[in-house]
């Protein structure tokens, strides 16, 4: 088998066979084929799509590149979340205990930040001793004695997709359908979860800028998932402003708290966390109906066993558990900074990506992958689009390094105040899968 | 500026500046790009194209990437000649003498063949001692004393060329309108001639499938050449049968020795080789039009001053000018076997590339870069498209290694033999250009 032939069946629109695209993947991770041919067909790949039946293969042998996690031994439906990335979205930190609370084991692995988006791993870190980067035995006894483990990927799982992906970064081809899914269900179908639910986000700062492009992405995983006998379940949520009000590590810590001690409840993030949560409990056999699991969750945030979840999470993976009840104990910023509004008018509009930059640079988030985070840092959001803003209000409170000094302008730019009340658009824009 | 930003552009199907794509083109040729996004951008161009001022761009800066001969020190207008690549085309072993002898300067690097078609320069090798690397004054020299210059291309010549072909041999993106024209091009720009003949070939085993195509093709590189202020024509010729009646590199010389003494005068090969001779001496200014320049060609081949240019351009580069006239003193095979035709009918097709594999195979081509070629051995094609044929008629003469066995079947398989007579076409399809 050549490597040029696939390249060449591919760039003239043809499919490749399950034998060529094991040979691909397996002589891609091993090095036996050079990272010019690879890079050549990923973005003959980017013209010409795949087939179904392609990106099956393509994750089939991804996910054999490397180990596959047995959660035999923890009885029950194991499920598992997978988002996109949105800024703010901290709904792992949320969900995770919740679910678990209510008797369904919650297996994650996560990823840590970069560019404009935070990493839940890096959240995690902000609790103090937490540890975010568990052995597979470790993992294992989490999930048995909490119902929740999270844990960074190691590199055993998907070693292919590690490589591929670190060459679809520096090769403009990070951006196709079939590509896009075969990495995430790669490393979910090796992760050992027997259901999924996926938030595929949607927006102008999102990777699928449109709900058609979405909807695709989203009906591909489900696919690829379904394929293999895993329960999967996509919501396709909207993406623009940022997702709460925190962004910055130990800020959404804060707020996920505060969300599970069951305030905020009315907020946009607490919605989409308790569906999500609600999803997963009915993937996870704990309820047979939409209605009757968000009841569930509601009972495990009243009576406080979501928050004692995520304590006992904590203090087992060697966290301060003391700093989910005081703040004072999580990492910290030198100083804070109030942004006040300029004008007076509606809130009708905020730039979640350019937040999430901004928020970056304060060293909350990764320019490159080796950056050390400052987990301190980060940004309160006061409003929320739709409100009404007088002249003076406080829109922003910026918690930065201490001596740094903070332009409120590219803040303010991130707003749009209008006269007119903006329409309000719903978080959820639709669902795909059983 | 970075590599990144240039293969999103063009992934997107947007166009690069003349700064973007000089700083590629310096980047892949010292290393400072990594081939994989070179390749990720060369299938990204395979799939959007380039505009007519990217494909310029392109041209130039792989030009300027090495040394641009100087040839003013020869007094007249310098005339070359492209061909896109046919088997069995050893045309400028016979038009460049014509065209020197008609007082015309005809300068030309010329290729190594490889897989199923050949190279001049290795035809030109086929002439005891005849040197087929000149140095720049030899080059000169040459020029300037016989009218005709032939020699492989240095190094120097477009290097940044020669990495990104190499590039594109191993990512199937060698087949792409521009990166055709820009590669081309640019080579024939720094080779310093005024003025250039092309040869596009078309048909179903040449780069250019269809008529259009290989239109498109032409149209770009005169496009490109006008745009440079030099004079320049296409000539679109059909390939699918071999071109003359032999393939093999000392066979090819002993056809070109014959047409240059007025033998074959009819056939197809002459036929060519004589139009794109006179095409050159009207752009040399040595005939105002294409009568007067065919009477020209047909004078120096009736005076043998054509041949005797032949001899002189040898006898001045170490060659053995005998060996034109006692073709005995040529490299010869150790054994020739003749294949018989098994049936009668109609010669109606010859394909070309399996012949030119055939040949390959006998050792007259290259199946790698590195394989030493036997220049006696080839094929002596008996038949001509549109004969008539009886069963025992001698097809082929094969000239091999001694000691080689021959199957005539894969011979006989490149023949299709039909009871009615094939529709006669023309060899010219079209002419682009000035």
């Known amino acids: ?85 949105g800024v703010g979205d901290k709904t792992t930190l949320i969900l995770g205990p919740i679910v678990a609370a209510c008797g369904v084991p919650c297996p994650m692995f996560s990823g840590r930040g970069l560019g404009h988006t935070g990493g839940t791993v890096d959240k995690f870190a902000a609790i103090p001793g937490l540890k975010v980067e568990l052995t597979d035995a470790e993992f294992i006894r989490s999930l048995a004695e909490t119902g929740f483990a999270n844990s960074a990927p190691t590199g055993d799982i998907a070693p292919a997709d590690k490589k591929l992906y670190a060459l679809r970064d520096v090769t403009a081809t990070v951006e196709s359908i079939p590509l896009i899914t075969a990495s995430i269900m790669s490393k979910k179908l090796a992760g050992g979860a027997d259901a999924l639910v996926l938030d595929v986000k949607c927006g102008p700062t999102a990777f699928m800028k449109t709900l058609e492009d979405a909807q695709i992405l989203a009906q591909s995983m489900v696919d690829v998932g379904s394929a293999h006998g895993m329960q999967i379940r996509a919501l396709i949520t909207r993406m623009d402003a940022p997702l709460g009000w925190a962004i910055g590590n130990a ?87 109030d942004i006040l509004s ?25 320019k490159d992958r080796n950056d050390v985070l400052d987990l301190g840092v980060g940004i309160r959001v006061h409003g929320r689009v739709g409100q009404r803003i007088a002249a003076g209000d406080r ?26 009340r903006p329409l309000a658009t719903p978080w959820l824009l639709a669902t795909i899968g059983c």
Chains 1, 2 share one sequence.
């Open 395 to 420: 829109l922003f409170t910026i918690h930065a390094k201490a001596g740094a000094r903070i332009d409120p302008a590219p803040y303010l730019a991130t707003l749009q105040i209008t006269e007119t």
């Open 251 to 337: 800020l959404e810590v804060m707020e996920s708290v505060e969300i599970l001690r069951g305030e905020h409840g009315d907020s946009e993030l607490a919605q989409m966390s308790f569906r999500l949560a609600a999803e997963m409990l009915i993937m996870g056999g704990a309820a047979k109906t939409l209605i009757e699991a968000q009841a569930l969750v509601e009972a495990c945030i009243q009576d406080g066993s979501a928050l004692e979840t995520l304590r006992r999470f904590t203090a087992l993976n060697g966290g301060d558990a003391k700093a989910l009840d005081d703040f004072g104990r999580l990492p910290q910023a030198g100083q804070t900074v």
């Open 342 to 366: 300029d004008r007076a008018g509606h809130l009708s509009a905020m730039d979640g990506r350019a937040l999430g930059l901004l928020a970056m640079d304060l060293g909350a988030g990764r």
């Open 1 to 85: 088998m050549r490597m040029y032939d696939l390249i060449y069946t591919k760039k003239l629109g043809g499919a490749l066979s399950p034998d060529q695209i094991a040979f691909w993947v397996k002589g891609a991770a091993d090095g036996s084929i050079p990272d010019e041919q690879s890079a050549s067909l990923l973005m003959a790949i980017c013209w010409r799509g795949m087939t179904t039946e392609e990106t099956l293969a393509l994750t089939l042998a991804m996910r054999d590149s490397g180990k596959r996690m047995n959660l035999s031994s923890v009885p029950g439906t194991k499920v598992d979340k997978h988002s996109t990335g």
